[in-house]
Structure formats: structure tokens, C-alpha cells
């Protein structure tokens, strides 16, 4: 990237990098790195190199990577089944099933709110990963996202297209 600017320490803090967010100095390397005590999205802090922050080698914790890549084998193997979007209250789950009737039961059991269903797609489970990647950045927790109306008509539009 030919980087010739030179960097005070305090000028990274703060700052985010992909899913990094810069809290402090951490210390100096024998090699001359600076390293970073920075803050995954998920919460985990890790310490992390200048270089690696700035060129995007490190781009979150290694508990996230891991998750997506694990992520990945399961969207692989949902490809087949149905896709269903299930409204709770503000929160809508993203996810696929074989039996919607038994998925809406078994989110119902360890759930006080009333669940319904706002987008069912036979056999377009496929299309989990792209509106999880599409809706990434109103992601709550596990499959749940914050959308509202607008976003499930996206869904309900574009859902049976690809
Ligand atoms: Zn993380």
C-alpha cells in the first residue's frame, strides 16, 4: 500500500477495523511491531498488530472466524430444505427448516412471545446465507435479525428469485 505516513500511537485508538475496534497500546514486539488491545465485535479482546489491522490480516477474533467457517458447512448441508423467516415481536429468526410446523414448536417451547411466521419458501433454503449476508448488519444474535416490514417484503419479492 506503500504507507509512508507516520503513525502516532493514540492515532489507532478508537478506530475500527472490520470487526476491530481499537481500545489501547498494548505493547511493542521485539521486531518493532505495535500491538494493539482491541475489541472483537463479539466482545472478545485480543491483542493484535498494527500491520495486521491496517491490511485487514486480522480481521476479528478467532472464535468469529471459526464460527464461519463452521457456519458455512451448515448452510451447505441446509441447501435442500425450506427457508421460513419467524416474526418475535421486534426480532425476526432467518432459518431453515424440514418442518416448519415442529421448528415454530420448538422455538415456541422456550419462548414466552408470540411467534409468526412472515415468509415460508419451499425448498429455498439455499437462500439462507445470502439474506443472512444481506441482513448482516441488523444481526442480533444466532439467527435472529432485527428487520422490519420493509425488509421482509424484500424477502417475500426477491426470495423465490434466486
Ligand atoms: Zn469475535
Known amino acids: 500500500m506503500g504507507d509512508t505516513t507516520k503513525y502516532k500511537v493514540e492515532d489507532m485508538i478508537g478506530k475500527s477495523f472490520n470487526k476491530w475496534l481499537v481500545l489501547s497500546f498494548s505493547h511493542k514486539s521485539k521486531s518493532g511491531n505495535w500491538f ?7 466482545g472478545t479482546v485480543s491483542s493484535v498488530s498494527a500491520s495486521n489491522l491496517r491490511t485487514g490480516g486480522s480481521k476479528q477474533c478467532k472464535n468469529c472466524s471459526g464460527k464461519q467457517n463452521g457456519r458455512r ?3 451447505a448441508q441446509n441447501e ?4 421460513y423467516v419467524i416474526r418475535c415481536q421486534t426480532y425476526y429468526k432467518i432459518g431453515t427448516t424440514k418442518n416448519i410446523a415442529e421448528r415454530v414448536r420448538t422455538i415456541k417451547a422456550g419462548n414466552p412471545f408470540e411467534l409468526e411466521v412472515v415468509y415460508y419458501g419451499l425448498g429455498k433454503g439455499k437462500m439462507e446465507e445470502y439474506w443472512h449476508q444481506h441482513f448482516k448488519d441488523k444481526h442480533h444474535d444466532g439467527e435472529w435479525y432485527c428487520l422490519d416490514e420493509n425488509d421482509i417484503d424484500i424477502i417475500n ?3 423465490c428469485e434466486i
Open 73 to 75: 458447512g451448515i448452510y
Open 157 to 159: 419479492t426477491r426470495g
Open 36 to 42: 494493539y488491545s482491541c475489541k472483537c465485535e463479539c
Open 80 to 83: 435442500g430444505s425450506d427457508l
